[in-house]
């Protein structure tokens, strides 16, 4: 889990569509904890992603809250290699219902991956 990390975007495709440069909020496992992950408001990233990448090793995973660790949620399993969703704005929270686009509101690591949990499309680099 030491190399895991977890990038959210405000924009869609990763901040590349237009002239919006947009925020990138970029979460290392080992920075997990120096770190308010209970409430990305205090990051300045409430209920801004719309897009994600990340890379977590199998059998781990990153769980985004639609609320501070509670509410709706939805983990999104690692398989060891670059993930990505380029928009959330067709996918609900597996766990409670709800849009997720511009919604996450905090996350957690968590050492086991959930059955109705993402591995999202692989991202063959730039």
Known sequence: MNDAWVE???????NSNGGDPG???HID?????????KN???NYFNDKASSVRYC???GNAIVLYRD????SYQYLNGDGNVRY???LTAFNYAHGGGGMNDSVTSYRFASVTDSLGW????DNGP
């Open 8 to 14: 959210l975007y405000e924009n869609a495709n990763f």
């Open 23 to 25: 925020q990138v909020y």
């Open 29 to 37: 496992y080992r920075e997990a904890t120096a770190r308010n992950g």
């Open 40 to 42: 990305l408001g205090t």
């Open 56 to 58: 977590i090793p199998s």
């Open 68 to 71: 501070a660790w509670a509410g």
């Open 85 to 87: 969703v380029s928009s």
């Open 119 to 122: 591995i999202a499309s692989v």
